[in-house]
């Protein structure tokens, strides 16, 4: 007979064998799992899933990739902690922060949570007041400043300071379907902040999302923003925030079922 470790083992190898073809056969791998991104909206004024508590401004969770992103923090921390926690997500696994614009409904949620985890690089526009990064520093973060188009981390890029009275940066990530464009409120022009990105990399836009910043504007306006998209080949819109009920009906309208929800609560799930 075998000895009792023997057994063991035995019983053991014949189990990983077993899943390992079962796995194989569902088409479920490691790589698979690791080559997909999440892209969960945390904070947002426009809703989407019950259970989650809305608030003026716009924050969203990147997962997937080598770093774990937030981009923006939303207007209030105890709204944006909570609603992490009712996701299941948690503040200490967020590696890197990125700022699009100095507005308090995209950057007052940062203090709590950098109270919470203070281990993290935040990056910021170059115009951000010299006061504004003191205070990131003394609670403990790194602050980087951002200029023109660089990157940021791995397969992650900014688009640089744009804009001239409203300076702002929107977040680029670099994905095997094409760019993923991010943007905070989109002050200087979505269609130029698209522009920026796509003539950065030479590569079309597989989703924009974010604030458009169009609750002002009128439909002609909001035409000729859809116009200069279409023109520059985006191919998935997901409007939130700052757009406006009326231009996101319109965005809806015009790419049907390229259209992806945006409000809070949402995920996008899109390859890596």
Request: proline share 4%.
């Amino acid at each position: 007979m075998y000895p009792y470790k023997s057994i063991v083992h035995i019983l053991l190898s014949g189990w990983a064998l077993f899943m390992t073809q079962a796995i194989i056969a569902a088409g479920v791998t490691e790589k698979t799992v690791l080559s997909r991104l999440l892209i969960h909206i945390v904070y947002n004024n426009v809703p989407y899933k019950l259970g989650l508590e809305t608030g003026w401004g716009f924050a969203c969770q990147i997962e997937g990739l080598n770093k774990t992103v937030l981009f923006d923090t939303g207007g209030n921390g105890d709204i944006l902690l909570s609603n992490m926690q009712r996701l299941g997500l948690d503040p200490e696994s967020i590696e890197i922060i990125v700022l699009s614009h100095i507005h308090s409904d995209h950057t007052g949620g940062l203090g709590d949570l950098l109270k919470r985890n203070p281990d993290v690089i935040v990056y910021v526009p170059e115009s951000f007041p010299a006061s504004f990064q003191r205070e990131v520093t003394r609670l403990g973060a790194v602050t980087e400043t951002v200029s023109g188009p660089r990157q940021l981390v791995d397969s992650v890029f900014s688009t640089g300071e744009m804009g001239s009275a409203i300076k702002e940066q929107a977040l680029i990530v670099d994905t095997a379907e094409g760019l993923i464009v991010i943007t905070g409120c989109a002050h200087p022009n979505v269609a130029e902040m698209a522009e920026q990105a796509q003539s950065y990399f030479g590569k079309k836009i597989d989703l924009l999302m974010g604030g458009f910043h169009l609750s002002n504007r009128s439909d002609a306006e909001i035409r000729a923003i859809i116009q200069r998209l279409k023109a520059l080949g985006v191919r998935k819109v997901a409007p939130s925030h700052c757009t406006g009920d009326n231009a996101i009906r319109m965005f809806r309208d015009e790419w049907s079922g390229d259209f992806i929800e945006g409000g809070l609560g949402a995920i996008i799930d899109v390859p890596r």
